[in-house]
């Protein structure tokens, strides 16, 4: 049971690339959340999926978009990358919206 | 605007003493609420869960809530050099079409053995 799944663990970037950080979860949630944290701001919403099918934006959304390819899987892609995206990036998951939620281990992303 | 504060610490506890984190929040509705600990370098994990008032425990970890001062605090009793962390407030609104859970920013504890 391997909880929540994301890919890449570190990933360089320079300005104006783009990229899909992967998430996948098989504990069966129906909620899934992609988060951003920052030094002195804290974990800050991107985007989240109630359920499978609906996507809604967060407190940070812009620059992003989201994937929820199925109950399992929820992506986020930069299409154009930007020094100020350089963070920790986290995928997490819950049973339903706003209950605990399980985190992956993380991406540290750095645009150059 | 919802809004989590916790103070940043460093919260500096010995070894074998009890820590007390702290959490106010702003909206007078939420529900439920968490208590995160994350490691440098780490994933946040989850603590505890409270949902009513009053205090819940778990081995070592005690949860308050206080919804009518707004108020959420963890406490850990015999603490541990292994406890020095950062610990993340978060909480959500029942019902809400909104944003998820909202976090504090952490305070960051330090236990000195």
């Known amino acids: 049971n391997a909880g929540v799944t994301q890919t890449p663990k570190f990933q360089v970037l320079k300005t104006g690339q783009s990229m899909t950080l992967q998430c996948a979860q098989d504990?069966?949630?129906?909620?899934m959340y992609w988060y951003r944290q920052d030094p002195g701001m804290g974990l800050r919403l991107i985007y989240y999926?109630?359920?499978?099918?609906?996507?809604d934006k967060g407190e940070v959304p812009n620059g992003y978009n989201v994937s929820r390819l199925n109950k399992r899987e929820f992506s986020l892609r930069l299409e154009s990358a930007a020094p100020s995206q350089t963070s920790v990036y986290f995928c997490?998951?819950?049973?339903?919206?706003?209950?605990?939620?399980?985190f992956g281990s993380g991406t540290q992303l750095s645009v150059l | 605007q919802k809004e989590v504060e916790q103070n940043s610490g460093p919260l500096s506890v010995p070894e074998g003493a009890i820590a007390s984190l702290n959490c106010t929040y702003s909206?007078?509705?939420?529900?439920?609420f968490f208590w995160y600990r994350q490691y440098s370098g780490k994933s946040p994990e989850l603590i505890m869960s409270?949902?009513?008032?009053g205090d819940k425990e778990d081995g070592r970890f005690t949860a308050q809530l206080n919804k009518a001062s707004q108020y959420v605090s963890l406490l850990i009793r015999d603490s541990q050099p292994s406890d020095s962390a950062t610990y993340l407030c978060?909480?959500?609104?029942?019902?809400?079409?909104?944003?998820?859970?909202?976090f504090g920013k952490g305070t960051h504890l330090i236990i000195q053995p």
């Open positions: 997490a998951s819950s049973l339903d919206k706003d209950e605990k939620l399980f």
């Open positions: 504990m069966n949630h129906n909620s």
């Open positions: 999926s109630a359920s499978e099918g609906t996507t």
């Open positions: 909206d007078r509705v939420s529900q439920s």
């Open positions: 409270i949902y009513s008032n």
């Open positions: 978060a909480v959500n609104i029942a019902g809400g079409g909104a944003d998820g859970l909202t």
